[in-house]
């Protein structure tokens, strides 16, 4: 299974690096169906293993120029501080039995796997439908936008507080229709964020958690090498044309897990 495990992991790197975001909406279920570790510790590894592999995946954003450090903050700073609320104060909260209905029992960790599974689905909506080209000419660039992606951004941080993704399917739309970013500074910015957010909700909740160094290091690595190829085929091969298919398997995935934490 572990085999299994490293394969999905270079995955997650490959998508990261082709189509700019969605893979590290896997990380948590791979972590918690091949690897065994419980719901809420995976969002912890997540957010490391997804940090890690942004930082990765922007370097090369960097070197071409293809990153708005003010559009980052625009939309990080908002999104960090609700991801530091929700890690802090919203997440210890959650009791560990939520409640019980005949032999169902909704535990925390049935929980958050089943807000995991609902933001699959709509990541997956995100990368099935076509892409709607949007002409700046039509957009002002007003206050509104701007505080409309700052609330966004607290949307984003308190998801990948809860669940440890990354919200890249969220991010990339807002910067483009709201904030007029070309789609490959949109791409780079989301990957600075999502490094960010990830990497310092991470730090900020360590301490709570017994890790796996061993593990989590070796599946950060293949994921990295993942973003090494996924950002070689790009050049091969137009990300768009595969962005569907990965959202049909994210989304089977997604339903797969409603079914088992609910049904099975």
Same mark, same amino acid.
């Given at each position: ?53 942004? +930082? ?29 609320? @929700? ?66 951004? $607290?949307? +984003? ?34 990957? +600075? ?24 290091? @070796? ?14 085929? $790009? ?30």
């Amino acid at each position: 299974m572990e085999i299994l495990g490293y394969l999905a992991a270079v995955l997650i790197g490959v998508s990261l690096g082709l189509i700019g975001g969605g893979g590290s909406i896997l990380t948590v279920p791979v972590l918690v169906y091949i690897f065994g570790i419980d719901a809420l510790l995976a969002t912890e590894y997540s957010l490391f293993i997804v940090g890690i592999s942004s +930082v990765a995946g922007s370097l090369s954003y960097f070197k071409n120029g293809w990153v708005d450090l003010k559009t980052a903050f625009i939309f990080g700073t908002p999104s960090l501080i609700s991801l530091f609320l @929700t890690r802090t104060y919203i997440l210890p909260l959650i009791p560990d039995e939520i409640f019980r209905a005949g032999h169902f029992l909704l535990t925390k960790d049935i929980f958050l796997l089943l807000i995991f599974a609902v933001l699959m689905i709509l990541a997956s909506y995100k990368m099935i439908r076509k892409n709607v080209e949007v002409n700046p000419v039509l957009i002002q660039s007003n206050k509104n936008n701007s505080l409309l992606a700052a609330g966004e951004g $607290s949307i +984003v941080g308190i998801l990948t507080g809860l669940v440890g993704a990354g919200g890249g399917f969220m991010i990339i739309p807002a910067l483009v229709n709201l904030l007029k970013t070309p789609m490959k500074v949109a791409i780079g910015t989301s990957l +600075v964020i999502i490094s960010f957010n990830s990497l310092i909700g991470f730090f900020s909740s360590i301490g709570s958690v017994k890790l796996q160094w061993d593990l989590l290091i @070796t599946i950060s690595a293949i994921a990295i090498l993942g973003i090494i190829i996924g950002t070689w085929l $790009s050049k091969k091969i137009d990300g768009k044309k595969l962005k569907p298919a990965f959202g049909w398997f994210i989304l089977i995935m997604g339903i797969y897990m409603i079914i088992k934490e609910i049904f099975l």
